[in-house]
């Protein structure tokens, strides 16, 4: 079932949904890459600086699109039964992760990483296309909780009905449609095609927050 044309859409719907959050401390964070682009028109409809919460899904061997956890800068999340359930070993978990931490590593350095004043008593927003396994939006919380962001609201355009952050994790969950059927994000979206770097970079760049 689709429910957007695009991610720029879902962002455009999603926006007043977040308005009781805004404030002159709230602080946008697209999960890149396909969040930031949800995440822009967010920001620009709160008047917030946007920027990037870099993440990177652990996926099982053989099944990227399966995780089995994410990485982000100071949170490490791995899914116990989704190991268990693809007989993933111990060394294949750690093989993926150095992969993957050499391209949050190449990521964080393109799209920038936001000062800890910036982040310190921020109300932050962490905005995705949408949540899966949510190993994503979680690693991104704990991260921005980690360095000191004093709320925390998740926004996701959809996310599987029977979902829910963890206790603690985040302040807030706004996801306007939680289905009941759900297989993977990319169904409910028209236009699912890759973001690149260049178009997250681009939106970075002309940040609304500095209007």
């Given amino acids: 079932m689709v429910l957007f044309a695009d991610r720029a ?7 007043p949904l977040l308005e009781p959050w805004a404030s002159p401390r709230t602080v946008v964070f697209g999960i890149a890459r396909g969040g930031v682009v949800v995440a822009a028109p967010v920001a620009r409809h709160l008047g917030a600086p946007l920027r990037a919460a870099v993440v990177r899904k652990l996926g099982s061997p053989g099944n990227e699109e399966y995780a089995l956890g994410a990485i982000a800068d100071s949170a490490r999340v791995i899914d116990a039964d989704a190991v268990a359930r693809t007989g993933a ?9 150095t992969r993957e931490r050499a391209e949050l590593a190449r990521r964080t350095a393109l799209f920038g990483s ?24 979680t690693a991104a919380c704990r991260s921005l909780r980690a360095r000191g962001a004093a709320s925390i609201v998740l926004a996701a355009p959809v996310a599987p009905a029977r979902w829910e952050p963890e206790a603690g994790v985040v302040d807030a969950y706004v996801c306007p449609h939680r289905e009941a059927e759900f297989w993977a994000v990319g169904p409910f979206y028209a236009d699912f ?19």
């Fill in 9 to 15: 859409e879902a962002g455009r719907l999603l926006a």
């Fill in 89 to 97: 070993s111990t060394a294949d978990v750690a093989d993926v992760e």
């Fill in 114 to 137: 936001p000062p800890p004043d910036e982040v310190t008593g921020a109300a932050a927003i962490v905005v995705d296309d949408g949540v899966a396994t949510g190993a994503t939006a």
């Fill in 193 to 211: 095609r890759q973001t690149t770097d260049a178009e997250v970079a681009a939106l970075l760049a002309d940040d609304p927050g500095s209007v």
